[in-house]
C-alpha cells in the first residue's frame, strides 16, 4: 500500500481540509538528528513544531533536551505546563511578558533570554523595575554567525546580532555582569546561510556548487571565530550552554569543541525545503489534505483552500508542494489561492469531486497556523489527534 492509499485509508472518516502527522515518519527522522548530533543534545525549536503535545512526545525520545521557543509569552505558557530549559531564542520587548517573568520564580529559573546589545539590557530592566518580588534574569548572547567575504561586499546569512568578534562579545559580557539581577547563562550562533539553505539545489548545478563553496568557507570561518568568542565570554561569566546549528547543518556544527549543543526543528516534519541536502534524507511527515470541489476542464481540478504561503523571500519555493497524487502542480497564472486553487497535470483526470489531494508545507510548523488539530497517524489509523498552538487558542505570532 502507498502512502496515498495509506493516508486516504486512515482518515477516512475525517472531512479536509486536515492536517496529519505521520508518527512513523517522525520518529524515523528525530532518529537521523540523533544520529547525527554524535552525541550532543539537540534543543527541540518549538516554532517548528507549534503543537504542546507534539513537543512532549518529541522530549520523551532519547537525544533531545530543552526548548528553543520564540516569543516570551509562549515561554511562559509552555513553563505553566511543565516544560523546563527554554531559551527564548529572539530578542523581546513585551514589556507586559517581562514583568510576568520577573515575579515568577519558576519561570525565571527555567527560562532564559536572547539579548545582543545594551539597549536589550536597558529594555529588560526598565520593564521589570518595581516588579514584586523580581527574580534574576538569565541571558543568551546572540551572536552574529553569518558569513563574509570579499571586504564585507558578500554576505550570506540571516540578519540578526550586530555582536561579530570576540571583543565585542566581551565587552557585552561585562556589561551584563556589570548589571545586578542579570546572569549570563548562554551563547547561541545561528548559521543560517548553512543550517537553512540546501546545499543541493534543484535545476543549476553552477549556483549548487557555489553554495556549496560559500557553506565550506563559512563552515571553516565560524569554526575558528565561534570558538574564539565562546573562550573569550567564558573568561568572564560561566556558560551553562553554547548553541549552535540547525537541521541542515547539525553533523558539521557538532564537530565544534566549543559547541555544547545543537537545534533542530524542521527536520521532524522534513517540509519541502528541506529536500534539498546532501547530507541528509528526511521522511515527510506533516502533510494536510485538500478536498476537490470542482473540474473545470480536463486535466485539471480545483481543490478547496490553500494558500497557505511560508515566511522567507516570496517566490515559487515557499508555496506547498502538491505531493499525492504526483504529477500535480500549480497554475502559471493563480498559483495557491486563497480559497481555491486550480492544479494541472496528469494526476488530475484520475481524481472525483471529494477526492482529497495531499500537500507539504514548504517550512515545517507555519502549516499549523492553519490547522487546529493534527491527526497522528501510525501505520494505517489515526491513533490520536491533538492541538496545535492554534487550537489551543494560541497565536503567538
Not at 258 to 271: D, K, L, Q, W, Y
Not at 344 to 365: E, S, T, Y
Amino acid at each position: 500500500m502507498d502512502d496515498r492509499q495509506r493516508y486516504d485509508r486512515a482518515t477516512a472518516e475525517l472531512e479536509p481540509p486536515f492536517a496529519i502527522l505521520d508518527l512513523a515518519a517522525m520518529r524515523a527522522n528525530a532518529a537521523d538528528l540523533v544520529r547525527r548530533a554524535a552525541g550532543k543534545p539537540i534543543r527541540v525549536a518549538s516554532k517548528s513544531v507549534r503543537s504542546r503535545p507534539v513537543l512532549e512526545r518529541i522530549l520523551a525520545m532519547d537525544g533531545f533536551q530543552g526548548i528553543m521557543a520564540f516569543t516570551l509569552p509562549e515561554a511562559l505558557w509552555l513553563a505553566g505546563h511543565g516544560f523546563t530549559d527554554i531559551l527564548v531564542a529572539y530578542p523581546t520587548a513585551d514589556r507586559a511578558a517581562l514583568a510576568r517573568l520577573a515575579a515568577d520564580p519558576a519561570a525565571a529559573r527555567e527560562i532564559a533570554l536572547t539579548v545582543d546589545s545594551l539597549a536589550h539590557l536597558d529594555t529588560i530592566e526598565d520593564a521589570v523595575t518595581g516588579a514584586p518580588g523580581r527574580h534574576e534574569i538569565r541571558l543568551c548572547m546572540d551572536i552574529d554567525a553569518g558569513f563574509r567575504a570579499f571586504g564585507g561586499r558578500l554576505r550570506a546569512g540571516a540578519w540578526r546580532s550586530p555582536v561579530r568578534e570576540p571583543a565585542q562579545a566581551a565587552e557585552l559580557a561585562a556589561a551584563i555582569a556589570k548589571r545586578p539581577g542579570f546572569r549570563l547563562c548562554g551563547l547561541m550562533a545561528y548559521e543560517a546561510q548553512i543550517a537553512g539553505v540546501g546545499d543541493d539545489p534543484p535545476g543549476n548545478a553552477a549556483f549548487a556548487r557555489a553554495v556549496r563553496l560559500m557553506q565550506a568557507r563559512s563552515a571553516r570561518e565560524l569554526i575558528i571565530r565561534r570558538g574564539r568568542i565562546v573562550n573569550a565570554v567564558r573568561q568572564i561569566s560561566d556558560l551553562d550552554f553554547v548553541n549552535g546549528g540547525g537541521t541542515g547543518s547539525i553533523e558539521k556544527t557538532v564537530r565544534e569543541k566549543a559547541v555544547t549543543e545543537v537545534a533542530a526543528g524542521s527536520g521532524f516534519f522534513h517540509p519541502r525545503l528541506f529536500d534539498f541536502y546532501r547530507g541528509f534524507t528526511g521522511h515527510p511527515a506533516a502533510l494536510f489534505a485538500l478536498p476537490v470541489v470542482r473540474r473545470p476542464a480536463p486535466g485539471i481540478v480545483t481543490v478547496l483552500g490553500g494558500g497557505y504561503p511560508a515566511s522567507g523571500a516570496a517566490g515559487p519555493s515557499r508555496l506547498p508542494q502538491p505531493y499525492l497524487p504526483a504529477g500535480l502542480r500549480y497554475a502559471p497564472d493563480e498559483g495557491a489561492g486563497e480559497v481555491q486553487t486550480p492544479l494541472l497535470g496528469p494526476g488530475a483526470d484520475d481524481l472525483r469531486i471529494g477526492d482529497r489531494v495531499w500537500f507539504r508545507h514548504a517550512k515545517a510548523g507555519e502549516m499549523c497556523e492553519r490547522f487546529a488539530t493534527l491527526h497522528l497517524i501510525d501505520g494505517e489509523s489515526v491513533v490520536d489527534s491533538v492541538p496545535t498552538y492554534r487550537g489551543e487558542g494560541q497565536t503567538f505570532l
